[in-house]
């Protein structure tokens, strides 16, 4: 006889429904559940904050820093115009734009704090960075409407200065004009014109913005600048595309992607997202010791029913694939109910935000959540084939049974 695989199926379920002798067993069935649920659930939640924080991550860096940055090895480029069109009839890229990025220092009083200070073209910058969006007081097209020299702070750097928009203050350079006594720093009376606030403590600390015209004329740079800004249209093919950039412009033009800029950044956050799996899968897999060890003691307690379905005719895969599926059930079940859940508090959590974060800290004020549904494929895919592997001796044990022996004792 051939068990049909509906019977194989009645038989696992009928397993699973625990007798009055057989509570222990089902108490561990449902425990190896309830661990199925948990592991599959924190792996979704974890992952997603962390695939959260990366995004926000990302989003503060590149509102600030471009896509790519094009600079000249032998120092400041001059004729700029010339390589900003040949680098905008690459399909690929978005923008460009002109930079200048020098050190200095910016003074208030006795308050004093070493400074980057950015030269931007306002008209050309809002295409490339989304800076413009993290101006909380002030426009970043008030550098450009005030007759007096404007400059853009950010929000930490004006509170160590002690000013507030409209307020006076100082941009010192240490390379000025060479006089009998040395070289004599130069110094610049700028207004504030803008507040802005990234969320990153590094760049709200030290940068300050002014127009391209002003930066050139301050630091006696002529006509010459840092670099090209240049954005491009999806930012994960950024490497092809500067490969693009670097065939196009040639020696001696040097090419930098943000990935690269910030690569250990990134390389660490990767790092512990696969650490937090590894950890995580642990608890899946102690799940499944508890359905490797229920369906051992199932297979005991059942040692007289699979002799007579033997007896019957039943074969030894028939019987392997009773325990399996019954194995396979137990994890299917903890598995769907735990993305459920994961799935329901990631939602949750990125809809209400009920829970908030020292902002002073992390500089995010709720947790972030981005769900990445191929991410919770591998988690669900995984979680069924530990599940699938916890069944197999249990179900082997099953099938080598003896109906012989087992019968002549009953």
Same mark, same amino acid.
């Given at each position: ?12 379920? =009928?397993? +699973? ?12 069935? !449902? #425990? @190896?559940?309830? *661990?199925? %649920? ?116 950010? =929000?930490? +750097? ?12 100082? !941009? #010192? @350079?240490?390379? *000025?004009? %060479? ?132 007896? !019957? ?5 028939? %019987? ?91």
């Amino acid at each position: 006889m051939n068990l049909t695989t509906n019977y194989k199926f009645y038989i696992a379920l =009928k397993y +699973l429904k625990a007798k009055r002798s057989e509570k222990f067993i089902s108490l561990i069935t !449902i #425990i @190896s559940i309830l *661990g199925v %649920i948990l592991g599959v659930m924190t792996l979704i939640i974890v992952i997603s904050v962390m695939n959260g924080f990366e995004k926000q991550l990302r989003d503060k860096i590149l509102g600030v820093n471009s896509h790519i940055i094009v600079s000249k090895m032998s120092g400041n480029i001059d004729n700029y115009h010339p390589l900003i069109d040949k680098l905008e009839k690459i399909d690929s890229i978005e923008a460009v734009t002109p930079f200048i990025y020098r050190q200095a220092m910016l003074s208030n009083g006795d308050s004093v704090s070493g400074v980057v200070v950015r030269g931007i073209d306002v008209s050309l910058d809002k295409n490339v960075t989304t800076f413009s969006k993290s101006i909380v007081e002030g426009s970043i097209n008030s550098l450009y409407e005030s007759d007096n020299r404007s400059i853009i702070i950010g =929000k930490e +750097l004006a509170k160590l200065l002690g000013v507030t928009i409209d307020d006076k203050v100082n !941009i #010192i @350079s240490p390379f *000025g004009r %060479i006089t009998p006594m040395g070289m004599t720093p130069k110094m610049a009376r700028f207004t504030v014109k803008g507040i802005f606030s990234t969320g990153m403590y590094d760049y709200d600390s030290t940068l300050c913005y002014i127009t391209i015209r002003e930066a050139q004329s301050f630091f006696n740079m002529g006509n010459f600048i840092t670099g090209l800004e240049v954005k491009v249209k999806n930012i994960y093919d950024v490497k092809n595309i500067a490969q693009k950039v670097k065939t196009t412009l040639g020696y001696p033009f040097w090419i930098r992607d943000w990935m690269d800029m910030n690569k250990n950044l990134f390389a660490a956050l990767k790092l512990e997202q696969v650490t937090m799996f590894i950890i995580l899968t642990l608890i899946i897999f102690v799940a499944a010791f508890n359905i490797a060890s229920s369906l051992i003691m199932m297979v005991m307690e059942k040692s007289r029913d699979i002799a007579i379905l033997k007896a !019957i005719g039943a074969r030894s895969k028939d %019987i392997m694939h009773i325990f399996m599926i019954q194995g396979l059930m137990i994890g299917v079940t903890g598995t769907f109910l735990g993305t459920v859940l994961g799935l329901s508090s990631c939602f949750l959590l990125e809809k209400y935000k009920f829970i908030s974060l020292p902002k002073d800290v992390y500089y995010i004020s709720t947790l972030p959540v981005e769900i990445n549904m191929i991410k919770i494929s591998i988690i669900v895919t995984a979680s069924i084939f530990i599940c699938f592997l916890a069944t197999i001796y249990p179900s082997w044990q099953a099938s080598r049974l003896n109906p012989t022996e087992i019968l002549r004792y009953e």
